[in-house]
């Protein structure tokens, strides 16, 4: 079965534009793995230095939304940032996109329930490394908006405060309301029995959600005892 492996591979919509570098969504979608960090491309060769400063704003942006986001509990782990809650995890993931000139970044969410990813990847040939990164459901936050994939683009220093208050405030308004709602194993199991298109858009493979809707039945049959 297609794994859904995090941070690693290309997001849910394509990526038309330069280089991809990682996305939640891989770990949900069961994307293949292959990303390229930050070639800054002129005349078609890589550029050492433009790749070096699209890595300096990369860090930037998320040292500065690990500080904004401090006060409601989440903490960054690599280019995410994860609030345990329970038997679950809440996931906001940023990939970064770069350019000869600019980085773009998306943002995702996905909430990890720990019992149904603890029986799947046991069904899986993972690294303990990337079992503890799965996720069981997620979407980029403009596909949860009805929108398509949003970026936001950032070419210098003085674009990183806008842009991370931006990011707060479409987590805030689309993001946390997601994780809040999908991190109830009742609610994730209610959603993919109707098995309509919210349920394609959160969890996109047909065999992985039947797999999922299987775990979380048994998981809670087993809390009702």
Do not use: Y
């Not at 782990?77 to 000869?100: D, N, Q, T, Y």
């Not at 303990?128 to 997620?138: D, F, K, M, S, Y």
């Amino acid at each position: 079965p297609a794994e859904r492996r995090w941070w690693r591979g290309s997001p849910s919509v394509p990526l038309p534009r330069a280089t991809t570098v990682s996305s939640a969504l891989a770990r949900v979608c069961g994307a293949s793995n292959s990303a390229t960090m930050f070639s800054g491309v002129r005349g078609g060769t890589p550029d050492r230095w433009a790749a070096m400063r699209l890595k300096q704003l990369q860090q930037s942006i998320l040292e500065r939304l690990a500080e904004m986001l401090a006060p409601t509990g989440f903490r960054k782990i690599a280019s995410s940032f994860w609030k345990e809650s329970g038997p679950a995890r809440l996931v906001l993931h940023l990939s970064f996109i770069g350019h000869a000139a600019d980085v773009d970044v998306t943002a995702d969410v996905a909430v990890r329930h720990h019992q149904v990813e603890e029986v799947l990847n046991a069904e899986r040939q993972l690294t303990i490394h990337e079992e503890r990164q799965t996720a069981t459901v997620g979407a980029e936050l403009g596909n949860l908006a009805g929108l398509g994939q949003h970026r936001w683009t950032v070419a210098a220093r003085t674009d990183v405060d806008p842009v991370c208050s931006d990011i707060r405030d479409w987590f805030q308004r689309i993001g946390d309301p997601f994780l809040r709602r999908f991190s109830s194993a009742e609610e994730t199991l209610r959603v993919l029995e109707i098995d309509g298109e919210e349920a394609g858009l959160i969890c996109p493979i047909p065999a992985t959600r039947a797999r999922i809707r299987d775990v979380l039945r048994e998981a809670l049959r087993d809390r009702a005892v």
